[in-house]
């Protein structure tokens, strides 16, 4: 069997207690998929599909999930194309089967939570559908191993829905006793036991109009009691209003009784409401138990959230709860905590009919299979960028704070999640978020600082002019206050980008003016030898180091006179600022600043090492490779730092790296500024290579760079990915190329300049496009970002590369060290709001 281990997962390192249910987070797993290919037909005459598709009669162009399923760090052997359906860059689509070991396993060890409650349903236990009981149980047989083999447990969890309530005892009577017994499931070291007692897990009972009678359920608890050695622990999965009898749950009140005095824990239904619900619940439970002998562990449901289709009804609105991110599963796992629950069930691992997985799944709508786009979701649909795995992650990190007993904070861990590849284990991100976010101070600087931002004002040169920040160190406190505040999104919900945007330019300013930058962006850990450099430059040279295991690019900037090193602190500790704080595939991620030591004349900033390198040396060495999608790629990019509010200045080819999976991603913001509508910048750095540069640009002295200056560069990147030679090459000399520009006469695509051979192969749409960016009426006419990024997607462009890449977007920066006097900030803001107040005093004297 293949190795099923993802390279920078994180897993867990301490095998899972089988002992006992306390201290855990368990996930649904359902195990429901087959493929065909994936092992004997599940019975004859069946086509392969199972719950991927109507399995009588499955349609290749309509897949029955409302999430599709990203595969991009499977193996080959895991993976079963689906004929005929591809996605809308006419990729082929694969599925994966439950019943592939290396897939089971795969997801068995991920992401650390502890295991599985593995879904029997008993309508398949019926007479006549014994291939699906086969079915079950070769599942079963997949989970044991794979939590044998990584130390994880596993339970058996039984749902009676659609079966009639006189089968039931029957039914399940005889299938515990043939899998406990005749399969020996209980003599698995890891099936998950409380004081000895196996656990053994309930749904379906007490639901409205289910049909069932709190007698029935009590002689079905006697019956596994009694023929399990040693007796049972028994989980039910309750309705949601299972306290009051009302909505989905059944109305007799006897069922209430039967809950808390038969059943050794109850797991409540997903709910919206779960903060309310979840208090309500632990204090009903407690006073209903006052005074008795007895214990009832109190296990809540949490979920991501709703991404469900409509292809079910095609009427019903199943999207309500929106995932947020994560951060509505974020707030469950807090809100349990924080009543103190030990142990939480999770829904759901692999369902991705009912949009429910934690799973990895489709990052963008483009990668769904066509035409099915319409009819599916996938995680940007609620606007956030995120990776595959991107709720695996967040359960990783709630099963980590689970194990040790750790509060988990309210604040959403946005860093932490993104640079989760990082980290050996998770607990030492967890101190420090108790140490540093649940604290009252903290929260009352958050406060007090967005009781200004309502009030709108301007605090960057108020705060440093009033001598708010007069020492170092009030600096430096206060940047990395304002950065832990970007960094984990405690920001106002009804004006969160507003906030986002202000905050940002706030501590933006500060750091240029005070020239410091957040204690977080810089690295003491990196190694490398910047003796040997691998290429070298005007601006300094690039060496290859090592953080944290993994190759980086160490970029060392040389700094010569004092001068020039406090410009470039100025300059730079704002552009660290704003890298620290973008997160895109196609954006090479910034992973901070090293400085080898303090007599070195030396600033290396750290990235990502590409091996592909640049787009000059990729197309050098693939000359075949399809340059459309390269394209496609960097137009995708500079939209994101368009929308950022960022102009590169300086884009062309060998600014543009290349990432293990083929794709592009821009690099090099040396002179890259950001358009702040309310702080206005006095320097411009540089206007870019000459070649490249916009004729208003290189005809204009002072002229900065800007989001139309950035369109005619990437008109330039086209011409130059297109056909392997620089824009303007037939031009000697720069100051040849200006005074064509003075005139009006030239773009790369002229005849004057390029020759029949250079241009007749470009497709024509293409260069009706970069015409457009040629346009020297730059303002009125040159395609806007966004509008590129449409045009290539309209192109329905083949792209064969995989969906995944091993290149993360971002990285965890925190640094446990860092601290922050809370109360300084606090009394710094406060002189902040104080000067506002006089200063407003003062215009409406001078105004009497």
């Known amino acids: 069997m293949e190795n099923p281990r993802t390279a920078g997962v994180f897993t867990l390192r301490r095998r899972s207690d089988p002992s006992t ?62 004929p005929g359906l591809t996605t809308s860059a006419n990729q082929q689509t694969h599925l994966f089967s439950s019943r592939n070991p290396t897939t089971v396993q795969r997801r068995v060890y991920q992401h650390g939570v502890d295991g599985a409650l593995i879904r029997r349903w008993a309508v398949d236990l019926l007479v006549g559908q014994e291939h699906l009981k086969n079915f079950a149980d070769e599942v079963l047989d997949r989970v044991r191993t794979a939590t044998e083999k990584e130390g994880r447990v596993f339970a058996i969890q039984y749902n009676v829905v659609n079966v009639p309530a006189d089968r039931i005892a029957v039914i ?68 949601t209003h299972w306290r009051t009898s009302g909505g989905n749950a059944d109305p007799n009140p006897e069922f209430i009784d039967l809950w808390l005095d038969e059943f050794d824990s109850i797991c409540p239904n997903i709910s919206s409401i779960h903060g309310e619900r979840m208090k309500a619940d632990v204090e009903f439970i407690r006073k209903r138990l006052e005074g008795k002998q007895r214990v009832v562990d109190y296990i809540p449901s949490v979920y991501a959230g709703e991404s469900r289709s409509t292809w079910r009804t095609g009427k019903e609105d199943w999207n309500k709860v929106k995932r947020n991110g994560g951060r509505f599963l974020w707030d469950q796992f807090h809100n349990a905590t924080k009543f103190g629950v030990r142990t939480m069930y999770a829904i759901s691992w692999d369902d991705y009919s009912d949009g429910l997985t934690l799973m990895p799944a489709v990052t963008r709508k483009t990668f769904l299979p066509r035409p099915y786009e319409s009819e599916s979701m996938s995680l940007d649909e609620d606007d956030h960028n995120l990776p595959p795995d991107w709720y695996m992650r967040i359960c990783g990190l709630a099963a980590e704070a689970l194990h040790t007993g750790t509060p988990i904070p309210e604040t959403f861990p946005l860093k932490g999640l993104e640079g989760y590849w990082f980290g050996n284990t998770l607990s030492g991100y967890l101190q420090g978020i108790d140490c540093l976010f649940l604290v009252e101070d903290y929260n009352a600087c958050v406060t007090l600082l967005f009781s200004i931002f309502t009030q709108e004002v301007t605090l960057g040169r108020r705060i440093v002019t009033f001598g708010g920040l007069s020492a170092h160190d009030d600096v430096q406190h206060m940047v990395d206050f304002l950065n832990q505040v970007l960094d984990n999104g405690t920001l106002p919900k009804d004006h969160s980008e507003k906030a986002r945007k202000w905050v940002l330019s706030l501590l933006s300013k500060i750091a240029k003016s005070a020239q410091v930058f957040p204690g977080c962006c810089q690295l003491c850990d990196v190694q490398c030898d910047l003796t040997s450099p691998l290429n070298e430059g005007g601006f300094g040279y690039i060496c290859k180091g090592i953080y944290r295991d993994r190759a980086v690019c160490v970029k060392a900037v040389r700094l010569y006179q004092r001068q020039d090193c406090t410009q470039y602190l100025r300059a730079q500790a704002k552009e660290f600022v704003l890298l620290a704080h973008l997160s895109h595939p196609n954006v090479v991620p910034f992973y901070g600043v090293w400085l080898p030591d303090e007599k070195s004349a030396k600033i290396c900033i750290v990235s990502p090492w590409m091996s592909n390198g640049d787009l000059v040396k990729f197309m050098s060495v693939y000359p075949d490779v399809d340059r459309l999608p390269l394209l496609s790629d960097v137009s995708t990019g500079l939209d994101y730092l368009h929308k950022s509010s960022i102009v590169h200045a300086d884009l062309k080819a060998s600014n543009v790296l290349v990432s293990d999976a083929g794709r592009a991603m821009i690099a090099d913001f040396g002179i890259s500024h950001v358009v702040l509508t309310r702080l206005k910048t006095t320097t411009l750095v540089s206007t870019g290579t000459p070649y490249w540069t916009a004729p208003e640009l290189a005809t204009q002295p002072g002229a900065r760079p800007t989001f139309e200056s950035d369109i005619w560069s990437f008109g330039c990147l086209a011409f130059e990915v297109l056909t392997d030679k620089a824009p303007f090459y037939s031009f000697n000399r720069p100051p040849q190329l200006l005074v064509a520009f003075v005139q009006r006469k030239v773009t790369p695509l002229s005849s004057s300049v390029s020759s029949p051979e250079d241009t007749n192969h470009i497709d024509i749409r293409v260069r009706k496009l970069m015409e457009r960016c ?45 601290q922050i006097d809370y109360q300084r900030v606090y009394k710094l803001l406060e002189l902040v709001e104080e000067n506002m107040h006089d200063s407003k005093k003062t215009v409406e004297d001078e105004k009497k």
């Open 172 to 239: 399940l009577e005889q299938d515990w006793e043939k899998i406990a017994h005749e399969k020996g499931v209980l003599s698995s070291p890891n099936y998950l036991r409380e004081n000895g007692k196996p656990v053994i897990a309930l749904a379906g009972f007490g639901w409205r109009n289910a049909g069932h009678t709190p007698a029935l359920v009590r002689s079905i608890l006697g019956m596994f009691r009694r023929i399990t050695p040693g007796g049972a622990y028994i989980m039910t999965y309750v309705p």
């Open 21 to 82: 249910i306390q201290n855990k987070l368990l996930v649904q797993y359902l195990g429901w998929y087959s493929c065909p290919g994936d092992g004997e037909p599940i019975r004859p005459g069946h086509k392969g599909w199972l719950q991927w598709f109507d399995h009588q009669n499955p349609d290749m162009k309509q897949p029955r999930v409302a999430l599709f399923p990203d595969v991009s760090s499977y193996s080959p052997s895991e993976l079963y194309p689906v």
């Open 774 to 818: 040629f346009n020297y009426l730059a303002d009125a006419h040159r395609p806007k970002s966004g509008e590129i990024v449409q045009f290539f997607a309209d192109l329905n462009i083949p792209d064969n590369r995989p969906l995944g890449d091993s290149t993360p977007i971002a990285t965890h920066r925190a640094r446990t060290d860092i």
